[in-house]
Structure formats: C-alpha cells, structure tokens
C-alpha cells in the first residue's frame, strides 16, 4: 500500500511534529486509520480488527499515547435515513490497534475529536433539533476514558 495512490482524509499532527494520523481507504476498502512518519515513510495500519463493511477515521493523538477515533462498528442507522446510514461514534485505541473500545453510544454522529489544553476531548455531536445535519454540529466534551461527556458549546 502507497499513500502516494490513495486519498488521505483528517490528518493530525502528533504532538513531537514527527508522525501524523490520517484516515485512507485500507485493503479491504473501507476507511481505515494510519499513521505514518512526517516523511511519509514508515506507513503503519492502526485500525485493523473491524469487518471490511466498518468505517474508521478522523484520529487524534492523546497526550498519553492513545488515540481517539469514529467509527461506524455499532452499525447503528440514522433513523431519519431509514437506518441506511451508519452512525459514527468515538472510539478510544493504542498505537497498535489493540483494546479497541467504544466511548460513545449514541444514535446520532459523534465527529471531529481534538484534544484540548485541559486534556479533555473536544467533539461535534449531531442531536436531532429540526436542524440539517451542515448546520446541527454541537461542541461537547469528555474526558479520554469517555466519562463526563457534557455539553461544551451551543446545545441549549
């Protein structure tokens, strides 16, 4: 596999400017979460234990080596989409892909973790509110373990 043939979606520095995670199709098709040095060398495939019918992307570092990630292996659907779309939910990883748990559980989409200067994981959540999904993206927040998820911005 080349990253120079694939498209590289998401990418996230680590923290020593030396590796980035990014999210590209892997062997079987679906997205899958790599890390690679800044070079572009030493390509690594994180997520690996899912079917070849699960997303998984938009990674970011933690401060203690883990990394957080959404995926689509609960294979919860959208209601409002007949249940043909799969939700995507945060998911807590080490470097190797290994005790690969969820961290949220929710019937809607959980995107976009960043860490923020506390620590704590930054995430937009879509919560069914009459509003189109480009403009419904709530901030919410959480430790890394996914405890203590709450609202950060703009739920109400």
Request: glycine share 10%; proline share 5%.
């Amino acid at each position: 596999m080349c990253i120079r043939d694939s498209m590289i979606q998401h990418p996230d520095l680590h923290f020593d400017g030396k590796r980035l995670l990014f999210t590209m199709p892997g062997p079987e098709g679906a997205f899958e979460v790599f890390e690679a040095n800044a070079d572009g060398t030493g390509l690594h495939q994180i997520t690996h234990d899912t079917p070849a019918d699960v997303d998984n992307g938009d990674a970011c570092y933690l401060p203690d080596g883990r990394i957080v990630f959404n995926s689509t292996r609960s294979f919860a659907g959208v209601p409002c989409e007949d249940g043909f779309s799969y939700v995507s939910n945060l998911c807590l990883t080490d470097r190797e892909g290994n005790g690969t748990r969820m961290l949220t559980f929710d019937q809607e989409s959980n995107w976009y973790p960043t860490v923020m200067a506390d620590g704590r994981v930054l995430f937009t959540r879509y919560e069914y509110a009459n509003v189109s999904h480009q403009f419904g993206r709530l901030l919410f927040c959480m430790n890394p373990d996914g405890t203590q998820q709450m609202e950060y911005y703009g739920s109400d």
